[in-house]
């Protein structure tokens, strides 16, 4: 199950793509890169969510398997 992390990074991505969109529709120099900069930022919160994830499901197996 995805983490408030994971999803904000999808959502900042998302509105990246959107701005970056209407940026090269516009030819609006500075949008297109408030949207690249968006989609980069989304990208490392969902990696760092992932992150947290997977290091809370391995704690989580650890637990389950000492408790055998």
Avoid: H, Y
């Avoid at 609006?28 to 930022?41: H, K, P, S, T």
């Avoid at 997977?54 to 398997?65: H, Q």
Wanted: net charge positive; charged share 45%; hydrophobic share 30%.
């Amino acid at each position: 199950m995805w983490n408030r992390d994971e999803v904000r990074g999808k959502v900042d991505q998302a509105k990246g793509r959107v701005k970056e969109s209407v940026g090269n529709m516009r030819n609006d120099e500075e949008l297109r890169n408030e949207g690249e900069a968006d989609r980069a930022a989304g990208k490392i919160e969902e990696g760092f969510g992932k992150g947290r994830r997977k290091v809370g499901e391995a704690i989580k197996d650890l637990g389950d398997k000492l408790g055998k």
